[in-house]
């Protein structure tokens, strides 16, 4: 008798065991996925700010040559005010979107200065926003590829219940502003 009570007392233990490190196990996991999409945002989020820094300096030399088209310097200015002021995901990808829109008009108004074409400053600038530009799409795809991970270990069980219990809250994805889906006018 003595031995089935110890045996029926391991076998408990064993059982609880299992549910105790089933459960730290999906926490720590958890918090690794939620962890990695935070270091991935920070980098999107670098990215973002090395490219909101190249901006000034890309202002000042086209106001060289565009000084009447105070309207987009003004946009581009409060652009990179909301972009560098912004606390949360969804404000950093409300204000690229709209510091995108601003810069894309930039450049519209660059192609009806030749001369400001043809300028070395210029094109130098030209060239950084560009590597900026690749570096942001590569980071954005990596924060991307970790939200898509980390919402479905959220959604899958035991992890779901570990996740409400926490309040582990399904991420956003990087989505392309709504101005980069429109395909561009080329005329002849």
């Given at each position: 008798?003595?031995?089935?009570?110890?045996?029926?007392?391991?076998?408990?233990?064993?059982?609880?065991?299992?549910?105790?490190?089933?459960?730290?196990?999906?926490?720590?996991?958890?918090?690794?996925?939620?962890?990695?999409?935070n270091?991935?945002?920070?980098?999107?989020d670098?990215?973002?700010?090395r490219?909101?820094?190249?901006?000034?300096?890309?202002?000042?030399?086209?106001?060289?040559?565009?000084?009447?088209?105070?309207?987009?310097?003004?946009?581009?200015?409060?652009?990179?005010?909301?972009?560098?002021?912004?606390?949360?995901?969804?404000e950093t990808?409300?204000?690229?979107?709209?510091?995108?829109?601003?810069?894309?008009?930039?450049?519209?108004?660059?192609?009806?200065?030749?001369?400001?074409?043809?300028?070395?400053?210029?094109?130098?600038?030209?060239?950084?926003?560009?590597?900026?530009?690749?570096?942001?799409?590569?980071?954005?795809?990596?924060?991307?590829e970790?939200?898509?991970?980390?919402?479905?270990?959220?959604?899958?069980?035991p992890?779901?219940?570990?996740?409400?219990?926490?309040?582990?809250?399904?991420?956003?994805?990087?989505?392309?502003?709504?101005?980069?889906?429109?395909?561009?006018?080329?005329?002849?």
């Open positions: 008798m003595k031995k089935k009570t110890i045996v029926i007392v391991l076998v408990i233990l064993a059982v609880i065991g299992l549910f105790v490190g089933l459960f730290v196990g999906s926490y720590n996991s958890l918090v690794e996925a939620d962890e990695d999409t270091e991935k945002f920070a980098t999107v670098t990215m973002l700010t490219r909101a820094d190249l901006i000034p300096n890309l202002v000042s030399t086209v106001k060289g040559y565009a000084a009447h088209e105070e309207e987009i310097f003004t946009a581009l200015a409060n652009a990179r005010a909301k972009l560098a002021g912004s606390t949360t995901a969804d990808l409300e204000a690229n979107a709209e510091l995108e829109s601003a810069l894309s008009r930039l450049l519209v108004v660059v192609e009806n200065y030749p001369d400001l074409k043809a300028s070395t400053q210029f094109t130098a600038l030209q060239d950084q926003l560009e590597g900026a530009e690749n570096r942001i799409a590569t980071a954005r795809v990596d924060y991307n970790a939200v898509g991970e980390y919402n479905k270990k959220i959604r899958r069980f992890a779901s219940i570990i996740a409400g219990m926490f309040g582990f809250e399904k991420k956003t994805m990087y989505e392309a502003p709504e101005s980069d889906l429109d395909a561009p006018i080329v005329e002849f």
